[in-house]
């Protein structure tokens, strides 16, 4: 895993709920704004592409409006 020195977190808030994201060529990272220090989620750079281009296309909800 990448060390934090080395990602640049952004925070992103939906309805009550933040959670951090940082991306790197080959990887995305996702944690928990609140716990930090905690357990982190990656997927490949391909799968996070896919997940965010399904998000703008409606193919996955969300609470936005």
């Known amino acids: ?8 977190w952004r925070k992103r808030c ?5 959670v951090e994201v940082a ?3 080959s ?7 609140k716990e930090p220090q905690g ?3 990656a997927v490949s750079g391909s799968a996070w592409s896919a997940f965010l281009s399904a998000v ?7 609470d936005r409006h």
């Open 56 to 62: 703008a296309e409606g193919g996955i909800p969300t």
């Open 14 to 18: 939906g309805t009550g709920a933040c």
């Open 1 to 8: 895993m990448q060390t934090d020195l080395r990602l640049r």
């Open 39 to 41: 357990d982190r989620l």
């Open 23 to 25: 991306t790197t060529p």
């Open 27 to 33: 990887a995305a990272y996702v944690r928990d704004s």
